[in-house]
């Protein structure tokens, strides 16, 4: 270590830790695979793509995360993230309660429905333990506006109560996705440890550039188009062996 950075004087963390550098370690718990919302549970499709050999390699698992970058999470959960955001601190159930909505309609299988309201119901149960204030609107007693407990929605609750900014939970999120994407790639294909983190470097090289074209995503071109996905999805639900939830 050079001497420029070696500083062997006491740390006083009253004065060196504020609140942004707190706001990174609550966002680093709500993306830390070992919150108890499942996360790791979920293939969304892949699983089966590697039954059918359509992912059998490193290079090809990596297109089919491309894909779904591209044409899903820059298209609408990004997107769709941002605007829950503003509702959130904005306090526009209306808002919140379109744009859930929407994000629902556009899950197109059931398996990845029950993966959204799944996260969602563990996510808003787990912040309530938290002391994370949730709207009772969000959580309807007779399943009227189910599409609300959703984990989007559950991040942006977390984010407006641990003053999380707007683009560090995008990258948290997307990172979320990515590391459990490469992860159950890794158990599938299958690929060694060394792979996989080579992967999510190759990936993240990516993410900076997906949430700038996210933030740019106009209200009418929110959507994601991922027929392959869909497809795999709607297999996996009746693939006879499986590692990963349907």
Known sequence: MTSALKDNSPVNTEH????????????FQLISPSLPIGGFTYSQGLEWAVEAGWVD???????????????????LELPILAKLYHAVHQDDFTQIEYWCDYLYSCRETSELRAEELQRGKALFTL??????????????QDNSHAAT???????????????IPLLNLQ??????WAENMVMAGVKLVPLGQTA????????SDWLPKAIEKANQISDDDIGS??????IASSRHETQYTRLFRS
């Open 16 to 27: 060196r830790v504020g609140n942004t550098d707190v706001a990174s370690f609550r966002l």
């Open 127 to 140: 912040l309530k333990q938290l002391d994370i204030p949730i709207d009772a609107r969000w959580q309807p």
């Open 149 to 163: 407990q959703n984990q989007l929605l559950g991040f942006c609750a977390a984010a407006k109560a641990w003053s």
């Open 57 to 75: 390699s490193q290079p090809k698992m990596m297109d089919w995360l491309e894909m779904m970058l591209a044409n899903s999470l820059v298209t």
């Open 196 to 203: 996989g983190q080579k992967s999510l470097i190759e990936l």
């Open 225 to 230: 188009f991922t027929p392959a996905v869909a």
């Open 171 to 176: 990258q948290g999120y997307v990172w979320s």
